[in-house]
């Protein structure tokens, strides 16, 4: 089992950053991918970046070149670092944890241990 808690959301106007945290109950670092997905109001939920055993990221393409994933597998964390941030970054955001490595981590249909979700507000 995987314990997932996020935090760092927040209400931001278009252009500012957040910086969203996730912690794990184990150590995650050489056995787990690890992802953060988005829900807004009225849409499904969508897979924004995951991030591979070995650092690799992939991220979706309305967050790439403003969204950085990393993980400190040293203190069982995950970070999205959110820059540029648009009214249509609005969403609530989790963390999502998956056993496995390799292209396993791309797959978003794979993650099936989930955080409570922090809420990102961007207003224009």
């Known amino acids: 089992q995987v314990q997932l808690v996020e935090s760092g959301g927040g209400s931001v106007q278009a252009g500012g950053s957040l910086r969203l945290s996730c912690v794990s109950s184990r150590y995650t670092g050489s056995s787990f991918c690890m992802a953060w997905f988005r829900q807004a109001p009225g849409k499904e939920r969508e897979i924004v970046a995951s991030i591979n055993t070995d650092g690799t990221g992939r991220y979706a393409d309305s967050v790439a070149g403003r969204f950085t994933i990393s993980r400190d597998n040293a203190k069982n964390t995950l970070f999205l670092q959110m820059n540029n941030l648009k009214a249509e970054d609005t969403a609530m955001y989790y963390c999502?944890?998956?056993?496995?490595?390799?292209?396993?981590?791309?797959?978003?249909?794979?993650?099936?241990?989930w955080g409570q979700g922090t809420q990102v507000t961007v207003s224009s």
């Open positions: 999502a944890a998956a056993a496995g490595s390799g292209y396993l981590c791309y797959a978003p249909s794979k993650y099936n241990y």
